[in-house]
């Protein structure tokens, strides 16, 4: 199979003049060489295709591949991972991961938020903010947890994003909003435990494959995964993986986990982000369906290493589980 690969280089908007926490989520050079090295083991060829823009250029040009392997975060609007899915799927090219209403969907987090309060799966109260009398407008009590809407790699994150003072809201979300252009999720601040739950698959081949807990390191910033202690993660944060067998509350995160990715037609891999409230409950925060592949520095690969499943093997796992459902998909629509 001759594998593609879409992926936005940190390194090379670096270059253009783009800042470091602009530039965050996009992907290291030494991620592109392992995961093309894994596809290779695997016994496939691989094709560097790079952005979005770039994809447009050698689609353009009359190049075709069996399947992309898309890790493309894309550069500006709250569909931005929406843009390389939708431009392969006019090409009629099979990819990995979600579909572009998925990632458009998910990338902005009050958006899941409404589709998943609706579907009753268990979430903390929230409100958007855009302005001062959004602000005022808001119907619950602190203390509150503030971010932007459609960042991911906890941009915009840091200890000011616990508010317990109403009178700070309004003040500490006009400077989000200036920095970041974009609305604010005001959210009901959650003091328990942390979880990212890993999940592999598509649908009711889905599965909650483990859970890590995150905690935080002494030098680490207090209270919150935040931007700075996710970039140093390796030096400032644990990650403690926990078995639902011998803990219930990780039980009920998985089962949560599996139902919001079922619910939102999440694809492949990826993970889903829960907190307990007051009274020890999960509670779904976001989820992540283009999640980072950064053998030692994303979660995902973090968890499976933990599991003991292999780099390669998470990889494996992806593509046969996008190779499935296209497969499926290809059977449906045949005449």
Request: glycine residues 8%; proline residues 5%.
């Amino acid at each position: 199979m001759r594998v593609g690969l879409t992926y936005d280089l940190r390194s090379e908007y670096l270059a253009m003049g783009y800042g470091e926490e602009e530039t965050a989520e996009f992907d290291r050079e030494e991620t592109i060489d392992e995961l093309e090295g894994a596809i290779r083991r695997l016994g496939h060829a691989t094709d560097r295709i790079g952005s979005a823009r770039r994809l447009v250029e050698r689609l353009a040009g009359g190049d075709r591949w069996d399947l992309v392997f898309n890790i493309a975060e894309g550069l500006r609007g709250s569909g931005r991972e929406a843009q390389v899915p939708a431009i392969l799927e006019l090409y009629d090219i099979p990819y990995t991961f979600s579909d572009p209403l998925v990632m458009a969907l998910t990338l902005h987090k009050g958006m899941t938020k409404h589709a998943i309060r609706d579907a009753g799966i268990p979430t903390c109260d929230f409100a958007l903010v855009e302005n001062e009398g959004q602000a005022a407008a808001v119907h619950f009590a602190p203390p509150y947890f503030l971010k932007p809407v459609a960042e991911g790699t906890s941009k915009g994150i840091t200890p000011k994003s616990v508010v317990n003072d109403r009178a700070l809201l309004w003040p500490l979300c006009a400077e989000l909003l200036k920095d970041f252009e974009q609305a604010v999720i005001v959210e009901e601040f959650l003091p328990g435990r942390e979880f990212t739950v890993g999940v592999i698959g598509t649908g009711p081949r889905a599965e909650a494959v483990g859970t890590l807990e995150m905690g935080l390191k002494p030098g680490a910033e207090d209270g919150v995964y935040s931007y700075v202690n996710k970039e140093k993660c390796e030096e400032l944060v644990e990650y403690n993986l926990v078995r639902p067998d011998a803990d219930a509350c990780v039980r009920e995160a998985e089962r949560i986990a599996l139902e919001a990715w079922r619910f939102l037609g999440c694809r492949d891999a990826g993970r889903v982000d829960l907190r307990c409230d007051a009274r020890g409950r999960p509670q779904f925060i976001e989820i992540n369906p283009l999640a980072g592949l950064h053998p030692s520095h994303s979660d995902l690969p973090i968890l499976c290493t933990k599991l003991g499943i292999s780099y390669v093997s998470l990889i494996d796992r992806i593509l046969r589980s996008a190779r499935a459902r296209t497969e499926r998909e290809a059977a449906h629509l045949s005449p």
